[in-house]
């Protein structure tokens, strides 16, 4: 299986993802794009011998449309059987999502349904939440809401900023959203819970 991954930033979980793609597995990498030239995930993908492309979403400014098809370019001359969300920070129009529904993953850093859109670390701790986590879906036109795939849980603890909440879930995220993807590739759709 030829696997797509989306990102924005760092790409934290892109490299993960990366890095479990070897020996036995199902799925190899195929390419790492980012709305973001300078975002450092696309070093770091290079670096680890990925195709990359960059596709800026500034110059189209609201036009949503014409973005996505320019990002469509390189995603489609890549022939991904998978595409992973992996902290991109775009929403993608109902148009976009169709073309991969159904083998189209994304990691969101909360517990879904709770806390879907953006500060869902600070939303837990202000909420009194004992615990926090992360989950991956399977992206539908609703923003955060497609079938559960996956979720691992981290205990919020007392005085935690969010920083200190997002660092905790950042790396139960490195070792959900490898093992949900294998299991992705390998036709599997049960959703799997890491305590
Ligand atoms: C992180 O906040 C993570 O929780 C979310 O996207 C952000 C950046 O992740 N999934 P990454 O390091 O770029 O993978």
Do not use: W
Request: a negative charge; one cysteine or more.
């Amino acid at each position: 299986k030829r696997v797509a991954i989306l990102i924005s930033g760092g790409g934290s979980n892109m490299v993960a993802l990366v890095r479990s793609m070897t020996g036995d597995h199902p799925a190899r990498p195929v390419l790492v794009a980012s709305n973001d030239p300078d975002a450092g995930g696309l070093v770091r993908a290079r670096e680890m011998g990925i195709e990359t492309a960059a596709v800026d979403h500034r110059p189209f400014g609201t036009d949503r449309a014409g973005f996505e098809a320019a990002l469509l370019e390189p995603l489609f001359a890549a022939r991904p059987d998978i595409v992973c969300l992996a902290g991109f920070m775009r929403v993608l129009t109902p148009d976009f999502v169709r073309r991969f529904q159904g083998r189209m993953l994304n990691i969101h850093p909360s517990l879904l349904p709770k806390y879907p859109g953006l500060h869902t670390h600070q939303r837990a701790i202000d909420a009194g939440d004992a615990e926090a986590g992360c989950t991956v879906h399977e992206v539908t036109a609703e923003l955060d809401a497609g079938p559960i795939l996956g979720q691992a849980r981290v205990p919020v603890r007392p005085g935690d900023t969010a920083d200190d909440l997002a660092a905790r879930v950042l790396k139960v995220e490195h070792q959900l959203y490898p093992a949900v993807l294998r299991r992705f590739a390998d036709g599997e759709r049960h959703p799997i819970y890491l305590d």
